[in-house]
């Protein structure tokens, strides 16, 4: 019996603000879950802190809602551990970018294969509206005493530079094309970045859902709005690495192409390359059969629970009396 | 107030604050008849850390060892890559030994600041070898010689009226009775080079280790055969180099058989070793404690001195399995994480999975651990974390020990949840404990924190064969699949926190069909999901809190804390944890021997408090004395808080260095000397109010 979107869904109630860019996202990751009809106990959803992080409630799969800035490690951690499970990771751009920022740079040099996506507001939502590290520098937002001091970081050209292997960005209300995009992100092989541009209706009153859809922004030929938001692919960006020969020109184009913002802002993928080895395939190089016996599974006692590892070559090394 | 029984006893004794060190530790006297002091002494060398004195010293022990005899050694050394003064101390007996002492009855040495460090520990009839050509070598000369040692150094010349060179020194020694012995090493090594045909002397000069080390052989008259075996074996991965090592031992060990004798006490014999001893060290016993126990994820960030641990299982990463039907071949995957924030995240996300999972740090990373704790405790996962501590706070002495995290250990993290934690005593123990932490973290899913530190770590003993058929893995209530009648909640959902009158519900490893729940940070509901209502938190508190009652309940005695001799003569009882165990044992037989019966009592479960076990175990006891690594002596503050009852007296140190077997009897004989002299003089809550020092501080080691 093929699962429906429904099978996605919990019984939680769903306490984000009205209209905010959180639901899609919930919604396009329950889309591209029954999409891909991925069984819902080999799946697992692991979340940080803040509004983002109960996500991991709403999706019925294995739901690991973790602590702030640290859900790499602990998604990292289970995908290590049994490599067979489809590991989702979530989190907002303070949890991710701020304080698990460390995490996030050393996940990109691990490669391991699994989806990590960023829920972008550029503010801390739930403790009330301060900047958060992709705030652009002098955006004064709803609740900030003072304008923003800081600069902002680059998500994907950080993730680029940091060993991720997928990066795209998708836009909340896009629900379909973020889909997609998700999507992609499960079937790549390596480790995927998807930074979502996600109004915080309640305390972004600069980069809104209306901002995004250029409700300011009018085409002075034909008077309508003009979305800020663009797709790469309708322009004929290709961000695949098709040849190991290209992966520099590729790097290339992704740091201009992430750096566009304003009134032009494209979403879609940004980059791939399959041609760097994941951590699972590193590991497996050492230990032959990591992937069909990952340390999940292996059997260490017997039924009497006596212990099944034999260690004696190493006790015997350790031995005095060579002779026996 | 200093009594007429502490004065005549400090006439006996030496005292342990002054520095003054005296053969107190001597495991026999001297014959008369031929002033030998056979098979029982403590060797030293030293060394600029990278110059091979940890190899030399492995040589040692092991020969040793393989010559039937006991040793036990530590590792003292400064956080530093080369050139700060490191030294390793063995002490070699024929009996079992599990403490180091601080006199030196034989040091061997190649490098000037060895002799500055160490002449005034020579005993009588001990000996020092060193390098001809260092003795003009003045102590303002060796940069590595802090100022205040140097000072102290001076100081210690001038009481003898000589000055600053290795020669005042070795004199000082001298007089005291100690013989030295000079090896011409520079000459020896072109010697050598002229015999083997090879010009490239520089390349030699790395095995003055080996040459100082078996000169010292020599002199002691050990078997040259077992010793060039050990070198052998110590250099087994290089061939080449274990026959130049060879080679070079030999020509050393036949120029030092022309040495005088006269005046110098100890030799070493060997006969055949026992079959089933085995050289363990410190660093390797826990680790080997996590295959056996089935530990397959193992996460850690560099730190001294526990990753080692991490380092000895990635080394061995495919392992044996015994088992028929299942592969031969199992695997530990160990993942070098970029700060101890990760590597207890990770482990716990890989605990989720089912899989037993580990981490290894020391304090200050196991600060950075704290609020993970919590999360694994919150959502009942198993994760053991092997705690090696060293001295802190902050940086502290980081390669120096201590035990001074026994209350962080207990407390770290913010709110309250349940923990388990255990010290081991020795490396023996530690194998050991290493496979029941992981059964008590699954039995009762909580993190477990097994401590253990830097001298367990950086010790190397001869002891039992490790027995990996005497442990038994318990892995408690983890489900693989899950029945159909089982009881569900809101839209169907699996219970893995279901409240009843069992605290312990059991565990689904992530990709259980049927087996969906939620983890959080948050308070949650039986399904996992958060919750912030009152009668719920109430009861997962409680949930949570009670499994540390069936944990008391379930674990037994003999892990919890052990009672070792007997103190109906005294009523003196000794309360320790962790790796004190082994100079305090030590310290009581010595008594023993003179008649004098102390009770030692070791806790190994720390939390939760085996309060009543504990209880029991002091009764009848009339001194309370608690011995620690530490400022405050933290066991004997659970002990008060737990049992009500108050430690009589504290003999603490934390001045980095492991507490020696001299300065452990010291203290003691000190209080016993007191008591019995004035058990009649009691204060009002029957407390021997004579003047011994409540708390006495403990300062030996270089």
């Known amino acids: 019996m093929a699962l429906k979107l429904a099978d996605y869904k919990t019984e939680v109630h769903n306490d984000w603000c009205p209209g905010c860019g959180d639901f899609g996202i919930l919604n396009s990751i329950q889309m591209a879950l029954a999409d891909m009809q991925?069984?819902?106990?080999?799946?697992?959803?692991?979340?940080?802190?803040?509004?983002?992080?109960?996500?991991?409630?709403?999706?019925?799969?294995?739901?690991?809602?973790?602590?702030?800035?640290?859900?790499?490690?602990?998604?990292?951690?289970?995908?290590?551990?049994?490599?067979?499970?489809?590991?989702?990771?979530?989190?907002?751009?303070?949890?991710?970018?701020?304080?698990?920022?460390?995490?996030?740079?050393?996940?990109?040099?691990?490669?391991?294969?699994?989806?990590?996506?960023?829920?972008?507001?550029?503010?801390?939502?739930?403790?009330?509206?301060?900047?958060?590290?992709?705030?652009?520098?002098?955006?004064?937002?709803?609740?900030?005493?003072?304008?923003?001091?800081?600069?902002?970081?680059?998500?994907?050209?950080l993730a680029m530079v940091s060993g991720f292997t997928f990066l795209a960005r998708g836009y909340a209300y896009d629900?379909?094309?973020?889909?997609?995009l998700i999507r992609k992100a499960v079937e790549h092989k390596g480790l995927a970045f998807i930074d979502v541009l996600q109004p915080c209706p309640t305390y972004n009153d600069i980069n809104t859902k209306e901002w995004f859809q250029g409700a300011d922004n009018i085409d002075p030929h034909t008077g309508k709005t003009m979305p800020r938001t663009y797709k790469l692919e309708d322009t004929g960006y290709d961000g695949v690495v098709h040849n190991p020969d290209e992966i520099n020109a590729k790097m290339g184009q992704v740091i201009e192409k992430s750096n566009e913002w304003g009134d032009r802002i494209p979403i879609g993928v940004f980059y791939q390359n399959e041609h760097v080895p994941t951590y699972i395939e590193r590991i497996a190089a050492r230990i032959p059969n990591y992937v069909e016996y990952p340390p999940a599974i292996q059997k260490i006692a017997d039924e009497d629970g006596k212990p099944v590892t034999n260690i004696d070559s190493l006790l015997n090394e350790l031995r005095v009396d060579k002779s026996g | 107030m200093i009594s007429k029984a502490l004065k005549a006893g400090k006439e006996k004794l030496c005292s342990s604050e002054g520095g003054q060190v005296q053969a107190m530790a001597q495991q026999k006297p001297v014959s008369k008849q031929n002033s030998k002091i056979t098979n029982s002494l403590s060797w030293v060398i030293g060394g600029a850390q990278g110059s091979g004195v940890d190899s030399a010293a492995n040589i040692f022990s092991r020969a040793c060892a393989a010559g039937g005899l006991q040793v036990f050694g530590k590792r003292e050394y400064y956080s530093n890559i080369k050139g700060e003064h490191s030294y390793f101390t063995v002490r070699?007996?024929?009996?079992?030994?599990?403490?180091?002492?601080?006199?030196?009855?034989?040091?061997?040495?190649?490098?000037?600041?060895?002799?500055?460090?160490?002449?005034?520990?020579?005993?009588?009839?001990?000996?020092?070898?060193?390098?001809?050509?260092?003795?003009?070598?003045?102590?303002?000369?060796?940069?590595?010689?802090?100022?205040?040692?140097?000072?102290?150094?001076?100081?210690?010349?001038?009481?003898?009226?000589?000055?600053?060179?290795?020669?005042?020194?070795?004199?000082?020694?001298?007089?005291?009775?100690?013989?030295?012995?000079?090896?011409?090493?520079?000459?020896?090594?072109?010697?050598?080079?002229?015999?083997?045909?090879?010009?490239?002397?520089?390349?030699?000069?790395?095995?003055?280790?080996?040459?100082?080390?078996?000169?010292?052989?020599?002199?002691?008259?050990?078997?040259?055969?077992?010793?060039?075996?050990?070198?052998?074996?110590?250099?087994?991965?290089?061939?080449?180099?274990?026959?130049?090592?060879?080679?070079?031992?030999?020509?050393?060990?036949?120029?030092?058989?022309?040495?005088?004798?006269?005046?110098?006490?100890?030799?070493?014999?060997?006969?055949?070793p026992d079959k089933d001893t085995i050289v363990v060290q410190g660093n390797q016993s826990s680790a080997l404690g996590k295959m056996v126990a089935g530990c397959r994820f193992q996460t850690y960030y560099p730190i001294t001195p526990a990753s080692d641990d991490s380092e000895f299982l990635e080394s061995n990463e495919i392992l044996d399995i015994n088992n028929a039907g299942s592969p031969s071949k199992g695997s530990t995957v160990v993942v070098q994480t970029e700060d101890e924030i990760a590597a207890i995240t990770m482990a716990i996300g890989g605990a989720l999975t089912g899989v037993r999972s580990a981490t290894a740090t020391s304090g200050p990373g196991f600060s950075l651990m704290a609020e993970a704790l919590g999360w694994a405790g919150i959502n009942e996962v198993p994760v053991v974390i092997s705690l090696y501590q060293r001295a802190g706070p902050s940086t502290g002495l980081p390669t120096r020990h201590e035990q001074g995290d026994l209350h962080f250990a207990i407390n770290a993290g913010h709110g309250e949840f349940p923990r388990i934690v255990i010290a081991s005593g020795d490396i023996e123990e530690s194998f050991y404990d290493t496979v029941k932490a992981f059964n008590f973290a699954e039995k009762y899913q909580m993190p477990v924190i097994h401590m253990l530190d830097k001298a367990i770590a950086n010790s190397v003993m001869t002891c039992k064969m490790l027995d990996p058929a005497a442990c038994i893995i318990e892995r408690g209530q983890i489900l693989q699949s899950i029945p159909a009648s089982e009881q569900r909640g809101i839209a169907g959902?699996?219970?893995?926190?279901?409240?009843?009158?069992?605290?312990?519900?059991?565990?689904?490893?992530?990709?259980?069909?049927?087996?969906?729940?939620?983890?959080?940070?948050?308070?949650?509901?039986?399904?996992?999901?958060?919750?912030?209502?009152?009668?719920?938190?109430?009861?997962?508190?409680?949930?949570?809190?009670?499994?540390?009652?069936?944990?008391?309940?379930?674990?037994?005695?003999?892990?919890?804390?052990?009672?070792?001799?007997?103190?109906?003569?005294?009523?003196?009882?000794?309360?320790?944890?962790g790796s004190t165990k082994g100079v305090v044992l030590d310290a009581i037989e010595r008594f023993e021997s003179q008649g004098?019966?102390?009770?030692?009592?070791?806790?190994?479960?720390?939390?939760?408090?085996?309060?009543?076990?504990?209880?029991?175990?002091?009764?009848?006891?009339?001194?309370?004395?608690?011995?620690?690594?530490?400022?405050?002596?933290?066991?004997?503050?659970?002990?008060?808080?737990?049992?009500?009852?108050?430690?009589?007296?504290?003999?603490?140190?934390?001045n980095g260095r492991p507490m020696s077997l001299g300065e452990v009897y010291n203290a003691l004989r000190r209080i016993i000397d007191g008591q019995i002299a004035d058990n009649e003089n009691r204060d009002r809550n029957g407390h021997a109010s004579n003047g011994i020092p409540r708390r006495q501080v403990l300062k030996s080691g270089a």
Request: glycine share 8%.
């Open chain 2, 493 to 577: 959902n699996y219970l893995r926190f279901k409240l009843s009158d069992n605290p312990i519900t059991p565990r689904i490893p992530l990709g259980t069909k049927d087996g969906i729940f939620w983890n959080t940070g948050d308070e949650h509901t039986e399904e996992g999901h958060i919750t912030e209502d009152p009668e719920i938190r109430t009861k997962m508190m409680e949930k949570r809190m009670d499994k540390l009652d069936v944990a008391l309940k379930e674990i037994p005695d003999n892990d919890k804390a052990v009672a070792y001799g007997n103190n109906d003569s005294t009523g003196i009882t000794v309360i320790s944890w």
């Open chain 2, 596 to 654: 004098i019966g102390i009770k030692f009592v070791q806790v190994r479960l720390l939390n939760p408090f085996p309060s009543k076990l504990i209880e029991s175990m002091l009764e009848g006891t009339k001194v309370l004395v608690d011995i620690e690594m530490n400022y405050s002596g933290q066991l004997g503050q659970l002990v008060e808080q737990n049992l009500g009852r108050s430690i009589d007296y504290k003999i603490v140190k934390y």
């Open chain 2, 92 to 272: 070699v007996d024929e009996k079992p030994i599990r403490s180091s002492v601080d006199e030196i009855n034989v040091l061997v040495s190649f490098d000037a600041e060895t002799v500055f460090r160490h002449f005034d520990e020579v005993n009588k009839g001990g000996a020092i070898i060193y390098d001809s050509d260092v003795v003009g070598t003045t102590l303002d000369e060796v940069p590595t010689v802090d100022y205040y040692a140097a000072e102290r150094i001076k100081k210690r010349l001038e009481e003898r009226d000589l000055g600053i060179t290795v020669k005042d020194a070795l004199e000082y020694a001298r007089l005291r009775g100690a013989v030295l012995y000079q090896i011409p090493y520079f000459q020896l090594l072109r010697e050598f080079a002229e015999k083997v045909n090879d010009p490239s002397l520089s390349k030699f000069t790395r095995m003055v280790n080996v040459m100082a080390l078996s000169a010292s052989m020599s002199l002691m008259g050990f078997d040259r055969q077992v010793l060039a075996d050990a070198i052998r074996f110590v250099f087994r991965a290089k061939k080449k180099i274990a026959d130049l090592n060879v080679a070079a031992a030999m020509q050393t060990f036949e120029y030092a058989e022309k040495f005088d004798r006269a005046g110098f006490y100890y030799q070493l014999h060997t006969k055949p």
């Open chain 1, 175 to 180: 629900v379909r094309h973020l889909k997609d």
């Open chain 1, 38 to 157: 991925i069984p819902n106990h080999r799946a697992t959803i692991f979340s940080g802190i803040g509004c983002s992080g109960k996500t991991a409630h709403f999706i019925r799969t294995y739901g690991i809602h973790t602590l702030h800035g640290r859900v790499l490690p602990f998604a990292q951690g289970a995908k290590l551990a049994n490599p067979s499970l489809e590991i989702l990771a979530v989190g907002g751009d303070g949890d991710g970018l701020g304080i698990g920022a460390g995490h996030f740079v050393s996940a990109g040099r691990r490669n391991v294969d699994m989806v990590y996506m960023i829920f972008n507001n550029a503010v801390y939502g739930l403790t009330k509206g301060q900047a958060s590290p992709t705030l652009k520098l002098g955006m004064k937002t709803k609740s900030l005493p003072q304008p923003n001091v800081n600069n902002s970081v680059n998500p994907i050209a």
